[in-house]
C-alpha cells in the first residue's frame, strides 16, 4: 500500500509574525520611555540628574536607611496579626509616616 502522507513542510511566516514582533518593539520602546514624556515640565530632567547609582555594593549598602514593608502581613490566617505584627489601620500608617 502506498504512503499518501505527504512530507512535513514548515509553516510560513509570513506578515502575522512580522507584525507581531513590530508591535512587541513598540510596546517596550513606548514603555521605556513613558515616564519621560509623562513627566510635566523639566521633572524628569530633574530626576534623572539627581540620582546617583553607588559604585560599590558596600556604598549602595551603606547608603540604605531604614524602611517598612507592609508585605504579606494581609495574607495571614486568620487575620493580619497572626504573625506578630499591629493591626493595619488609618493610625498605623500616620504613626509610620510621621516616623519619616
Known sequence: MKDIRRPSRHRSR????????????LVV???SGSTAIAAPGDTA?????T???PARAMDAV?????SWNLGNTLDAIPDETSWGNPL????LFKTIRAEG
Do not use: E, I, N
Request: hydrophobic letters at 55%.
Open 14 to 25: 509570513g506578515p502575522g509574525r512580522l507584525a507581531g514582533l513590530l508591535m512587541a518593539l
Open 29 to 31: 520602546l513606548g514603555l
Open 45 to 49: 530632567q530633574q530626576a534623572r540628574a
Open 51 to 53: 540620582v546617583k547609582v
Open 62 to 66: 551603606a547608603a540604605m536607611q531604614p
Open 88 to 91: 493595619v489601620t488609618r493610625d
